[in-house]
């Protein structure tokens, strides 16, 4: 007599319509543009970002709900007395149908934000941190989402091209390509971007060297890149 598979749904069963889709999508490397967002960068102009819900509900589906995520460590920049920033390290592990593991450790961050004005009935002073809780979770989510993109998933938002657009040393994550020096617009706008917070140039000096008003008015960023490296001889 032959058994029936007759069973309950659980978390661990994903809808094949929903989970194709995100599979379809890991696979052609693009996010939805529904999905994207953009905030403000350091710096100046704006980063395309997708919010922490779509990132791990595409792992789950992806993955069959088979992976989680650790808060290994934290971090205050300079330290937890006067945090500015606030840093957690997370690994997010995920697991194949035979139960093998696969993990990325990455860092995430987010500024301590604080009161910009006094409150009038005395709660709070201006420049007091508002929530350092809320500040460290949106650390830790910042941190997941990171290690998911690391999986693949959203990889055209939080990497690809623009990691290598400047990249000029050996060893650098990605090197110069043909077709990265080729890039415009947007992109190159957000690579530029990143190159500057990563080497901590203040965009007023950026300004100075490259004799524009704003970022918006440099049309050849690559060349705008290379200025810069000559002139602060990084």
Known sequence: MSEERNYLPTIFDTGAKEREVAIRNLLRGKTPVAEVKKRPMRGGGEANYVNTYYMTRQLSLITG??????YLEDK????????????VKVRVTIWDTKGQPYSHTCWGGKEAARYSKDDPRGTYKKGDIISLFDDIKAAESDAIKKCISYFGVANDIYGGKELEYFATEEGEEGKQSESSLEMSGNEAYRAFGKFLTAKHISVSKVLEILKVDKLSDIEDFKAAHDTIVKDLEL
């Open 76 to 87: 205050a920049r300079p330290n937890w007395d006067s945090p500015i920033e606030i840093g």
């Open 65 to 70: 709900f088979r992976w989680t995520s650790e």
